[in-house]
């Protein structure tokens, strides 16, 4: 019995590794292929492992914009939820820290694209909003494969705007442009990337990142109107310090001073050691004439950083403005020390030589060198301009007239070469032109002081009383306690036949005047005296108040020469060339004084 049963155990083992055998042999040792092997005598090709998605994929509610073939995956990023992406393409501080909140996971668990997506927000916020970073903590994922929005992103890194994106969806079109967050010279770019980020703007209106990008592509091309539209609409959904700071700066460079300084007075509060704010704090200060207010910001800009030579110069140019010379001198000779050939300091360096130092040669000097490095620098040709047409002499081969000319030939409205070539007309006399030239200066918005005297003073020489008296007076009216305005409106009052008027004036105020306002009472006085000894009395006055005063000496050398005292006049009239040492007309004068006094 026993071996009956031992006999039918091994003929059924015998059976079933047969079976076993064969199913092996057909389809391969995986369970996948022993049931394909028991369902069909033909073996199964393999499934792939994945299937390629449709040119465009919906996953639920999203619609993942593809991008061309070959040029990165159809649809990288559809399965990402659609709200997210959108943050994403708003791209400000804010919504890219909401985007990462609602894409973060374990680093394991994320998605090829969504680790992209992540490496894009980090990127952004790094790059794009530096003030934000530290105050937004993104545990970057690692990123290992290379596409085109993270090839867009390292070229832009690089300094160069890559092309490689095709253009296709939001990102694709805006990445590339994240190389005008960086400092290059290179500009060839300009118009494609100005096209694609219209092109985006067009998709989303309202992202921050897509504006800011175009404002500063605006900036830099010198279309800052433009700029601040765009800034403006970026501003409202987002105040980070970035878009703040370039609104400030584009309001400066349109001259909306007042309009920079109220947003650059509200982000100091909360960045106060920003270098860059401190900066343009002090242009802006500086250029609504707060001369105390951008000394002290350039001050401390040069605490943080005591080599910064940029704030050197500008401190040096607060104290000539200011005319505290000596001051100025010193900070000009601590630059020198390592650039004695830039612009603003051979400008600088010859203001004082011609303010200060009174060597209005050796300011020319200065002024030709400065030519001669920067020849076609609109802001040299003017520095020249002025004092070529102060002085009476040539810079560079050119007279005043000729150097204005040269800017107004492709800027008919600079009020600055204007104003420059009217001191070269009137120093030659020709007062027909620069009445004319002044005219155009007064039609202007808001013409300077020195320009409306300038044009009072002009109509004096050509007997327009009326229009004179009727500009210096409404200039005395708005500005009262203005130096120049008042010496303009005793001047008028003088030549058109209000002596009395101005009498009472001069008498009322000359007192508690300055030793320069003093000066200039008694000489406007000396045109009103009865007599010559009173004439001379009043301009030995004016002379002692200011041993400068140029037209005080000059008229007491033509009483003297009047009265044929040759000696007297030469002694008076030296003393007007001395101080004005390049002025052709006074020289000729006094080379006739020569001949008669042999």
């Not at 073939?69 to 909401?98: P, W």
Request: aromatic share 10%.
């Amino acid at each position: 019995m026993l071996k009956k049963v031992l006999c039918l155990l091994l003929i059924f083992l015998f059976f079933a590794a047969a079976l076993f055998s064969a199913d092996y042999y057909v389809g391969g040792s995986s369970a996948e292929s022993l049931l394909v092997a028991k369902s069909s005598k033909k073996p199964s090709k393999k499934k792939s492992k994945k299937e390629e998605p449709p040119e465009e994929e919906i996953v639920g509610e999203v619609t993942a914009i593809s991008v061309e073939k070959g040029r990165g995956d159809s649809g990288y990023f559809a399965g990402i939820n659609k709200g997210l992406l959108e943050l994403v393409e708003n791209g400000s501080a804010e919504s890219l820290a909401q985007a990462y909140n609602g894409l973060k996971k374990a680093n394991v668990d994320y998605l090829d694209n969504e680790r992209v997506l992540v490496f894009i927000i980090s990127q952004i916020l790094k790059i794009v909003w530096p003030s934000q970073v530290q105050s937004i903590s993104i545990d970057e994922p690692e990123v290992t494969m290379k596409n085109v929005y993270t090839g867009a992103i390292e070229s832009a890194k690089n300094g160069i705007y890559d092309t490689s994106t095709g253009n296709k969806d939001f990102l694709g079109m805006v990445l590339p442009s994240l190389v005008l967050c960086g400092v290059i010279s290179n500009s060839d770019y300009y118009a494609e990337a100005e096209s694609c980020l219209n092109q985006a703007l067009a998709l989303r209106p309202k992202s921050v990142l897509a504006n800011y990008l175009l404002a500063l592509l605006y900036s830099k091309t010198s279309r800052d109107s433009e700029a601040v539209e765009k800034l403006r609409l970026a501003a409202q959904e987002s105040k980070a310090f970035e878009i703040m700071f370039a609104l400030a700066r584009s309001l400066n460079v349109l001259g909306r001073y007042e309009e920079s300084k109220s947003v650059t007075d509200s982000l100091v509060v909360l960045y106060p050691s920003s270098i860059e704010l401190l900066k343009l704090l002090a242009r802006n200060s500086y250029d609504i004439a707060d001369y105390s207010s951008a000394e002290r910001y350039a001050v401390l800009v040069l605490q943080q950083n005591p080599s910064d030579l940029e704030m050197v110069l500008f401190r040096a140019k607060i104290f000539v403005t200011t005319g505290e010379y000596l001051k100025a001198t010193s900070l000009l000779d601590v630059y020198s020390k390592t650039n004695s050939t830039a612009k603003d300091y051979l400008l600088l360096r010859a203001r004082v030589q011609k303010e200060w130092n009174k060597n209005s040669p050796l300011a020319i000097s200065t002024v030709e060198k400065a030519l001669s490095l920067y020849p076609d620098d609109k802001s040299v040709i003017l520095a020249a301009a002025e004092l070529a047409g102060e002085s009476g002499s040539a810079i560079g081969g050119k007279n005043g007239a000729q150097l204005a000319n040269q800017v107004l030939a492709s800027d008919p409205n600079n009020l600055q070469a204007l104003s420059f070539l009217i001191k070269t007309l009137v120093f030659e006399g020709k007062w027909a032109e620069a009445y004319t030239a002044s005219k155009k200066v007064m039609a202007a918005q808001n013409p300077g002081v020195e320009a409306i005297a300038t044009h009072a003073r002009v109509c004096l020489s050509l007997g327009y009383n009326s229009e004179a008296w009727d500009t210096a007076s409404a200039l005395y009216a708005r500005l009262p306690n203005d130096e120049k305005a008042i010496q303009v409106y005793v001047e008028c009052m003088v030549r058109t036949g209000r002596g009395a008027q101005a009498s009472r004036f001069i008498n009322t105020s000359i007192n508690s005047a300055s030793s320069s306002m003093k000066s200039f009472y008694y000489y406007q006085r000396s045109f009103l005296a009865g007599g010559e000894a009173a004439q001379l009395s009043d301009l030995r006055s004016a002379v002692i108040a200011n041993p400068r005063n140029s037209d005080a000496l000059f008229r007491m050398y033509g009483i003297y020469f009047a009265k044929q005292d040759w000696r007297k006049a030469q002694y008076y009239l030296r003393q007007v060339i001395a101080l004005n040492p390049n002025n052709q007309n006074y020289l000729k004068l006094n080379s006739d004084l020569d001949k008669l006094l042999r």
